[in-house]
Each structure stands twice: as C-alpha cells, then as structure tokens.
C-alpha cells in the first residue's frame, strides 16, 4: 500500500511539472520569437501598401482637397503632402513584435506653394509626421495609426487599395 501511494505522488508530481511546462510558466521572450517567426515585421507590415490620410479621423486635423499620402521604405519614408512631395529619414523598432515606436525625421519636401491654407495644413502634417513616436496597423481593415508621446497627434491612415474615402 505504501508503495502504491508513492507512485500516485510520484505521477501526480510529473503530471503537474508536464502541465507547467505545457502551459509555458516561466517563458522568456524568445518563446515570443519563436511563436512570431515567419510572420512579418511591423516594417513589412508597413511596406505592403501605400498609405491614405484619414482627415477626418486625423489630429491635428489636415485639411486638404488633394491625397495626402504615405510611403514606407527600409530607412525612409516618402509621399505626397497637401502640396509638395516629402521625403524624410526613418527609425522604427523591428527587434521585438510588442515594440512599436517609430521616428520620423530629417523631413524635406519640394517648395512649391499652394496657397495660404494648404501651405498650413501641409506645415501641420509634417510637423504631426515629425512628431510621432508610435505605430500601429490593423489588418482588417487596413488602417495604420500613428501617435505622439503627448497624444497631441493621432494621424489615422487607410491603406490605398481598401474602400473609404481618405481625402
């Protein structure tokens, strides 16, 4: 009978440590690695489309008849103001897949003029760009949202092949 007992204790115990393990107690965040591989980073995530200003989702608020557009490249991003065309350095996070900061810097545009109130809406869109500090994109639908550290700026973008109307 005792030796009866000390195997249910025994098979008891391997059960609950197999449990543990099956259920990932202590994990570390190469299990993260491990369970994300293959899958795409935020970067190519970006990559994959041309992105839309939501005006009317966006602060601060752009206003602008043209489309205001946002192109992601490996160390750049590229697109269309409300008057000028844009160029600008980009840093974003592709370590981790919780890590979505970006920065955008080093802006540069052509110098045509528009007019007074596009001239400020364009001025307003580069400064909000600039001042971004995270990124994220949902798939269905297509929408990427970027976001100040303040949360003074929150510009909504659709990608440009999903319906809506981004001007």
Same mark, same amino acid.
């Given at each position: 009978? &005792?030796?009866?007992r000390?195997l ?6 391997v059960a609950a440590?197999a449990? $543990? #393990? ?5 994990g ?14 935020i ?12 005006? &009317? #989702?966006?602060?601060?608020r752009?206003? @602008?008849?043209?489309?205001v557009?946002?192109n992601f490249? =490996? ?5 269309t103001g ?7 350095? $980009?840093?974003i996070? /592709?370590?981790?897949? =919780? ?7 080093d $802006? #540069?545009g ?5 007019g007074?109130?596009?001239?400020q809406? =364009?001025?307003a869109?580069?400064?909000a760009l /600039?001042?971004?500090?995270t ?11 970027l976001? &100040?550290?303040?949360g003074?700026?929150?510009? =909504?973008?659709?990608?440009a ?5 981004? @001007?």
């Amino acid at each position: 009978m &005792a030796i009866t007992r000390r195997l249910r204790i025994v098979a008891n115990t391997v059960a609950a440590i197999a449990l $543990l #393990a099956a259920t990932g107690c202590g994990g570390d965040h190469a299990d993260t690695r491990s369970q994300t591989e293959g899958m795409p980073s935020i970067l190519q995530e970006l990559q994959n489309d041309e992105w839309l200003l939501d005006h &009317a #989702a966006s602060t601060p608020r752009i206003r @602008s008849t043209h489309a205001v557009t946002l192109n992601f490249g =490996e160390h750049a991003v590229h697109g269309t103001g409300p008057c000028n065309v844009y160029r600008a350095s $980009l840093d974003i996070a /592709q370590h981790s897949v =919780e890590d979505h900061s970006i920065t955008i810097r080093d $802006l #540069a545009g052509t110098k045509r003029s528009c007019g007074r109130a596009l001239d400020q809406a =364009e001025a307003a869109y580069f400064a909000a760009l /600039q001042a971004v500090r995270t990124v994220d994109v949902d798939r269905d639908p297509r929408r990427l949202t970027l976001t &100040a550290a303040r949360g003074d700026v929150h510009l =909504e973008l659709r990608a440009a092949d999903t319906d809506g109307k981004g @001007s």
